[in-house]
């Protein structure tokens, strides 16, 4: 495993000097994670300096030592004193690590979405929609200036949302003996059973 430094070189100055917020900026872990690191030996050339104003001494590395302990072997991680998304951080790529890192993913997609597609809009789509303003969830989205893919996005991870989409999309049907079947899809029915016909929410 590379050293977590070596992916941030481009960002150390040789010539400055770094203390261990310095270090937690530049890596993005916790001020906690990077004391054990450097309490682990991870960022091996460091020298003391005495704090201003305080009885007590501190760690202090130059960019060129950095850049020096990036070019080394770093410690076995041990998983027992880090969590996951430390780990990942670090360069773990275990499946526990990746199980946390694709679960972390999905949560921020999700909470991007959702910023994207708040609950006022949401209320305006299903309004629309079952009071029969509109003749397409599309056309509802527009005007509620949302995509499309939200909207069915939301439907297909969230189940209140769905059955209440269903529930007001009943409103665009316009009846007759093809509700319910493709064909009526094609005819230009959006109501729920046409558009589950065409294309299944889930």
Known sequence: ????????????????????????????????????????GWFPGAEWE????????????????????????PPALDHS?????????LGCGCDDCLAWHNADSRERRRALA?????????????????????????????????????????????EGFRAALDEAAVALCVGGDLCGRPRGYRTGCRGTACRRAHRPLA
């Open 50 to 73: 005495r704090v201003p104003g305080a009885d007590g001494r501190q760690r202090v590395w130059t960019g060129a030592a950095l850049i020096a302990a990036a070019d080394t072997d």
């Open 1 to 40: 495993m590379d050293h977590p430094l070596a992916r941030v070189l481009d960002r150390i100055d040789p010539d400055a000097r770094y203390r261990a917020p310095d270090l937690s900026e530049l890596l993005g872990l916790a001020r906690s994670s990077t004391n054990t690191l450097i309490l682990s």
């Open 114 to 158: 959702d910023a994207a597609f708040p609950e006022q809009r949401r209320r305006q789509v299903l309004e629309l929609v079952s009071a029969g303003d509109v003749d397409s969830i599309e056309e509802a989205a527009a005007r509620a200036e949302v995509s499309p893919g939200r909207v069915f996005g939301l439907a297909r991870r969230d």
């Open 81 to 89: 004193r880090y969590a996951p998304s430390t780990l990942w951080r």
